[in-house]
């Protein structure tokens, strides 16, 4: 949930935790981009202006992270909808304030409904997991055989593999009840390590202006997933040794342990060899992370696959798009014949692109002539905010569309999209001011 | 900012507080149906009080 306004979040947070749904709530968009990065989320409660930015760039960051996820926008006026429908797209839902609780339940439920519908259309293994090849079936072996026990996991395979959907899978299979959090060590600032993982103490740092809690403290009785773990500087990897084998930590400007009980699950594309000869990882953390090493195929040593896996992107983005778009059998031999060197996610990508260029009119997927080149960059996002436009301007038109609505009167605009009049105002002489440096530098 | 704007100002900090307000009361009715200890329904109890209190603080200030 997506929210400034404090007061609003604890009491909706603590209605949505007592109808048995888990949440997070961010404050800010730059909150709620961090939270992105090391999750993923069923469904979005967005406000649609944050003080730090609007809705929007929340939204482009959700498409960056996970497309899957159900969008609704909390607002307090019937006419914000149309505006923002058109520029969010018409999958989005919205929260009109005042909330009730049977709205709130009413929207879990559906996107609830949904997500079993999705998984009914392909056969998915723990939730997650798509493929019958015998690589897979294997797979599947080991992580009930890993799940069952309370053994730590490295999961080793090219990018692309799917490590952190494997680490999800194990998560399903233990059955346990805590909460999957993800992290990856290659984004993190090397000096907010500590604090990441563990927390830390209000006034331990400058800016740390209050308590916050860590990774493993908020993966208590669930599960922790490193990604990139090999990228973690090597002077830092003794704190973390030091919480597997203790299985206590202590925030950052505090004194006192606290024990901690989650599975530590890690990931990394670098290879056994290059672990061995390179030293990204001390020895004796290798052997606490890795007490079960598990390591991914790529996709092209189990072809057979291919043809599952990308039915069942294209069911996906039918789905999201309320296309019915199929795949014929050229379509699916030029699929298998291509090497993926980027694996899965490079298939997935391949199968948006060409759901995004076949014809609206058509029955057949289109795909590209070239399979491979439009996916040489992973930072295409093909969603309806990006016809042209920036997140600026897409702010920017809403703004001007509620004015529009209310014949230019800016209190009540103001009020239409939940915001003071003084953050209009400011947002106003921020555009006037864009427009003038523009047409002094034109 | 005309005088227009400053009345529709106070509009806006008072939907928010109303919409506290009818928060806490959705989750007062939530929490009694799932038989939430009293504790817990005190303190929703006690922020629909404070939220009330801003409330009127809020209009006595900005009066005329």
């Known amino acids: 949930m997506v929210d400034d306004d404090a007061g609003f979040t604890d009491a909706t947070a603590q209605i949505i935790e007592l109808l048995q749904h888990s949440v997070t709530v961010a404050g800010t968009v730059a909150d709620a981009r961090q939270c992105l990065e090391q999750n993923t989320y069923d469904l979005v409660l967005l406000d649609i202006m944050l003080p730090d930015g609007s809705g929007f760039e929340v939204l482009e960051a959700l498409y960056r992270h996970n497309r899957s996820a159900h969008i609704a926008f909390i607002t307090g006026h019937v006419a914000v909808k149309n505006i923002v429908r058109s520029v969010a797209g018409p999958e989005v839902s919205f929260l009109l304030k005042p909330i009730d609780v049977d709205k709130i339940r009413s929207l879990f439920n559906r996107v609830v409904a949904s997500a079993e519908d999705n998984s009914a259309v392909t056969q998915t293994h723990f939730g997650v997991l798509v493929g019958e090849s015998a690589s897979m079936q294997a797979l599947y072996t080991m992580i009930e055989r890993v799940a069952a026990s309370n053994a730590n996991v490295l999961i080793q395979g090219q990018s692309g593999t799917g490590k952190e959907l494997v680490a999800r899978a194990i998560h399903n299979a233990s059955g346990c009840d805590g909460a999957f959090v993800a992290a990856n060590c290659g984004a993190i600032p090397t000096d907010l390590i500590a604090s990441e993982l563990f927390g830390h103490e209000k006034g331990a740092f400058t800016g740390a202006n209050a308590r916050k809690i860590g990774l493993f403290e908020r993966a208590q009785g669930g599960t922790l997933f490193l990604d990139e773990v090999t990228e973690m500087p090597l002077d830092l990897q003794p704190n973390l040794l030091r919480a597997l084998e203790t299985g206590r930590i202590t925030r950052v400007g505090g004194s006192e342990e606290i024990a901690v009980n989650c599975r530590v699950l890690s990931a990394t594309n670098r290879t056994r060899d290059e672990l061995a000869s390179k030293q990204y990882l001390r020895e004796d953390i290798y052997f606490r992370l890795a007490v079960f090493p598990i390591e991914l195929p790529p996709l092209q040593n189990r072809k057979e696959d291919i043809p599952l896996l990308a039915q069942s992107f294209l069911d996906e983005f039918n789905r999201e798009q309320g296309t019915g778009y199929r795949l014929d059998n050229d379509a699916l031999a030029r699929l298998e014949c291509y090497r993926w060197p980027g694996n899965v996610r490079e298939l997935r990508h391949a199968i948006q692109r060409a759901h995004i260029l076949t014809p609206p009119d058509a029955e057949v997927l289109v795909l590209p002539d070239d399979l491979g080149s439009p996916f040489a960059s992973e930072t295409k996002q093909p969603t309806a905010l990006q016809a042209g436009q920036t997140i600026e301007e897409v702010e920017r038109q809403l703004i001007l569309e509620t004015l529009k609505a209310t014949d230019g009167s800016k209190p009540e605009a103001a009020e239409m999209l939940g915001i003071s009049l003084k953050t209009l105002y400011n947002r106003l002489n921020q555009y006037q001011q864009t427009a003038d440096t523009n047409l002094e530098s034109g | ?64």
């Not at chain 2, 529709?8 to 009715?29: F, V």
């Not at chain 2, 817990?40 to 409330?55: F, G, T």
Request: aromatic share 2%; hydrophobic share 35%.
């Open chain 2, 1 to 64: 900012m005309s005088d227009h704007d400053k009345t529709s100002l106070d509009r806006h900090t008072l939907r928010n507080m109303l919409n506290n307000i009818t928060m806490n009361a959705e989750l007062i009715k939530l929490q009694v149906q799932q038989d939430v200890p009293t504790p817990q329904l005190m303190a929703s109890v006690e922020k629909i009080l404070q939220e009330c209190k801003h409330c009127a603080h809020y209009l006595n200030q900005n009066q005329g």
